[in-house]
C-alpha cells in the first residue's frame, strides 16, 4: 500500500480559492488513478475529480469549472485546485490511489477539512 499526504485543507469565504495536495509514497506515474473524494458530515464520501496516468481527467457535475485536478511526477504530488468555493464545498477532502490490476481505490490519505463560510 502507498502513503497518502494531504494538505492545504482550511477555512475560507464563499469565492475565494484553496489547493489541496496531495502527496504519494513511491512513483506516482505507477499509480493508475488518483482520485479526490470528500465528505461531509452525515453524508457519504463522493468522488470529486480523478486523474489517471494517462492524464485522462473526471470531475463530478458539482466542481466543473472550477476545480482542476493536476500532477507533478516529479514531486509524486497531486493537487486540486479549488476556484469559487462555496458553502456546499465544506467537507473533510480525501485523495486516495488505485494500482493496476486493484479493485477500487487502494491507499487513502487521512484528510484535510475545507471549509467555506458564507
Known amino acids: 500500500q502507498r502513503q497518502l499526504v494531504e494538505s492545504g485543507g482550511g477555512l475560507v469565504q464563499t469565492g475565494e480559492s484553496l489547493r489541496l495536495s496531495c502527496e504519494i509514497s513511491?512513483?506516482?506515474?505507477?499509480?493508475?488513478?488518483v482520485g479526490w473524494f470528500r465528505q461531509a458530515p452525515g453524508k457519504q464520501r463522493d468522488l470529486v475529480a480523478s486523474l489517471r496516468r494517462d492524464e485522462r481527467t473526471y470531475y463530478a457535475d458539482s466542481v466543473k469549472g472550477r476545480f482542476t485536478i493536476s500532477r507533478d511526477l516529479a514531486k509524486n504530488t497531486v493537487y486540486l485546485q479549488m476556484y469559487d468555493l462555496k458553502p456546499e464545498d465544506t467537507a473533510v477532502y480525501y485523495c486516495?490511489?488505485?494500482?493496476?490490476?486493484?479493485?477500487?481505490?487502494?491507499?487513502w490519505g487521512q484528510g484535510t477539512q475545507v471549509t467555506v463560510s458564507s
Open positions: 513511491g512513483r506516482l506515474y505507477d499509480v493508475y488513478v
Open positions: 486516495a490511489s488505485s494500482e493496476y490490476g486493484s479493485d477500487g481505490y487502494t491507499s
